[in-house]
């Protein structure tokens, strides 16, 4: 390994270079220099490393580190012998590890019981905490320290390279990228953390898995690949094993080696204050399906919008619903839409629509409620198909507001084709509808012919009066769209191949779309050449887009997530998510964007090739459940957020919408929330997270 002397030694080092050109034996006494010992918080070193090289009799114990990146100073078990020392134990464990980026257990039972059986429970240091021991520095090697036999008397090096892996991750199982793996000092180029298969008949131990598997009790761990003899379930054995077929797993120590010996930089840049990843308790929900199918087009909660304190919640769900066990009268048919308080969670058993379709889109105004879907009216009132005002209180339509989507044609078993308005947005006076649909009425040419649209038009907030010098006219549905505070354009995602009447435009599933007539395509943008995950001109979709400042978010098909700058020069960040995992709805809240999906294991920042991510590669992996938080300006991602939550049938988070109390509400299929302390909090397609 590399000697670096400290900067602030450099002159005794050039003084005694002169004493010994003089013939006079010098030795360097450190100590004498009032370098930190690491022995007490107030003589705290920058590294175990540092500390070897300025003692370098330290022996393997307890030392006090701080960096500039660390707020204070913390206590860590070095190892001080192997390899030049420098060692700072980071996690322990046998099975069942989590690989969470937040920790496991605490880092206090990480160094206090750094070995022996009772440290067989995996703990380890939070992965703020870490980075922070780096000082900002970039993530070199770790290096894991597991036992070979079950009395742990035989021992394996393994040290894991990283290539250019900026900050930590703990998510081994997801297959962070190496530039090299060696086993007791056989070296391997390349690889993944989640497996390494090099072992052999003269070599069983040269093997790496980390991943859950049914015949390891899905319990995680530092795994060998190939059968070692003496693995088994018992509570003392330092090579566990679940089953006759499982992987052996032994106690694993996992150690990294910060070389910082000088005090440079300074606190760790400010991030964005993220919200609660547990959920906030809400005692209403809503439960069924009114088809009685299933797939993500037929879930719970398909949308959500607040306006003053009332939350209102549209899908496909049959009943609205208190409890997981409700008493009579506490489950109650009020399908496809509802209302609930923001602050209390109760349901308001005053608004009380009937439609007889899912709604898909939920906007508001302060006197009007603007819901669009698959429904052909509501209350039964005419020219409420697909798109309707309703009143905020009751939901009963807005006799001074009318407009209706249309939709020609016949569907396969000979009925006709019903329209679907699925996104919508508020702009200067204008409300954007995009779906499935091909003419529209409404306001003041209500009684007139119908105007011919491609799956997207706008008519007025104040009567839904369609502006017919407004067309962009799309040759598939519209998914998403978001109108720019700026007021000069409108993002569309969907299916779109072509826009105008004559397909004169060729598109990519998107398009930038002038908010002035006749709602051209804005030419000279980057948005026809953005770069889907996938070459099946079939699935790259768009399902989510949101304008942030001077970014602009899209995700969708195939499990991807994007960022680039407003007019599509530059791409600024990308994810994809695995397993499962297309990206369906996001919110800004405080400068974080928030994105659901249905992806449920990891995000990997910048990989961009589905269904393989290490086709094309990426820069590191975080754990994902279902909605991920990401810095809304440099696209950074941020795995602090970890929320605690589970989905009925893995449909994932389908809406995202921020409250007047600074929450988050998630709506698709979710049925459980985070731990009590005595169980599991109940969710009825819906729940909320808090600062």
């Known amino acids: 390994m590399a000697f670096r002397l400290p900067a602030r030694k450099a002159p005794l080092v050039a003084g005694a270079a002169a004493l010994v050109a003089a013939g006079v034996i010098f030795v360097p006494n450190w100590a004498s220099a009032g370098a930190p010992d690491g022995k007490s918080s107030g003589a705290a070193a920058l590294s175990c490393w540092a500390v070897k090289q300025d003692y370098p009799k330290s022996t393997t114990g307890l030392y006090w580190l701080k960096t500039p990146r660390m707020s204070s100073a913390q206590q ?132 790496l898995s980390t991943v859950k598997a049914q015949a390891d009790s899905w319990k995680k761990g530092f795994a060998y690949t190939t059968s070692i003899s003496g693995a088994s379930t018992s509570s003392s054995s330092y090579l566990w094993k679940a089953t006759s077929s499982g992987l052996p797993t032994p106690f694993t120590q996992v ?41 993500e087009n037929h879930i719970e909660v398909h949308a959500l919008g607040v306006v003053g304190s009332t939350l209102y919640v549209g899908g496909e769900f049959k009943y609205v619903q208190k409890g997981a066990n409700p008493a009579a009268g506490d489950k109650v048919q009020q399908s496809y839409l509802a209302a609930f308080d923001t602050s209390t969670g109760e349901w308001k058993t005053g608004f009380r629509p009937k439609l007889d379709g899912e709604v898909w889109a939920i906007k508001g105004t302060s006197d009007k409620l603007f819901v669009s879907g698959d429904f ?88 839904g009066t369609p502006d017919t010098t407004w067309n962009p006219f799309f040759d598939a549905g519209v998914y998403s769209l978001d109108a720019s505070s700026q007021g000069d354009r409108v993002y569309f995602g969907g299916r779109m191949q072509h826009m105008g009447k004559q397909k004169e435009v060729s598109l990519k599933d998107f398009a930038i779309v002038s908010t002035a007539a006749p709602g051209g395509h804005i030419s000279g943008l980057g948005d026809t050449k953005w770069i889907p995950s996938t070459d ?82 990426y820069s590191n992996v975080h754990r994902l459940n279902m909605v991920g938080a990401w810095d809304a300006k440099t696209g950074k991602y941020l795995p602090d957020w970890n929320p605690s939550f589970s989905s009925r049938a893995g449909n994932g988070v389908w809406a995202l919408v921020k409250d007047n109390n600074g929450c988050m509400w998630a709506g698709g299929d979710l049925s459980q929330g985070s731990w009590t302390g005595s169980g599991y909090q109940w969710l009825g397609g819906f729940g909320r997270f808090c600062p």
């Open 76 to 207: 860590f078990y070095c190892d001080m012998t192997t390899d030049g020392g420098g060692w700072i134990l980071v996690g322990r464990g046998r099975e069942n590890w989590n690989f969470h980026y937040a920790g496991q257990s605490s880092a206090s039972n990480v160094r206090n019981t750094p070995t022996g059986t009772g440290a067989f429970s995996p703990a380890t240091v939070p992965g703020d905490t870490i980075n922070g021991l780096f000082n900002g520095g970039s993530i070199d090697e770790v290096r894991l320290h597991r036992a070979k036999n079950a009395e742990g008397t035989s021992w394996q090096d393994v040290s894991l390279k990283y290539k250019d892996l900026a900050d930590w991750s703990w998510t081994f199982d997801g297959g962070l990228p190496l530039s090299s793996a060696s086993f007791d000092g056989t070296t391997y180029d390349g690889g993944y953390t989640d497996a390494i298969k090099k072992s052999d008949f003269l070599h069983p131990y040269n093997g």
């Open 376 to 463: 052909t009216n509501v209350n039964g009132v005419a020219n409420t198909s697909g798109l309707a005002a309703l009143d905020l209180k009751t939901g009963a339509p807005l006799s001074t507001w009318k407009s209706s989507l249309i939709r020609g044609g016949k569907d396969a078993n000979g009925n006709p084709n019903i329209p679907r308005g699925r996104a919508m947005d508020i702009q200067d006076g204008w409300l954007y509808i995009g779906g499935t649909f091909d003419h529209i009425k409404g306001g003041t040419t209500i009684s007139k012919s119908p105007f011919w649209v491609g799956g997207a038009a706008r008519v007025k907030v104040t009567d």
């Open 536 to 617: 099946d001109p079939s699935k790259p979709y768009r399902n989510t887009i949101l304008e942030v400042g001077d970014r602009v978010w899209m995700g969708g098909s195939e499990h991807d997530l994007q960022v680039y700058d407003r007019d599509f020069d530059k791409k600024i960040g990308g994810n994809l998510a695995r397993s499962g995992g297309d990206f369906q709805s996001s919110v800004e809240i405080n400068g974080v964007l928030y994105a659901g999906s249905h992806g449920f294991d990891f995000d990997y920042t910048d990989g961009w090739t589905y269904p393989d991510p290490k086709t094309g590669g």
């Open 255 to 295: 150690w990294i080696r910060p070389k910082i010996t000088t005090s440079t930089g300074g606190p760790a840049p400010a991030t964005p204050k993220l919200l609660s990843g547990k959920t906030s308790p809400s005692p209403w929900g809503v439960t069924g399906v009114v088809s009685g199918l299933s797939g």
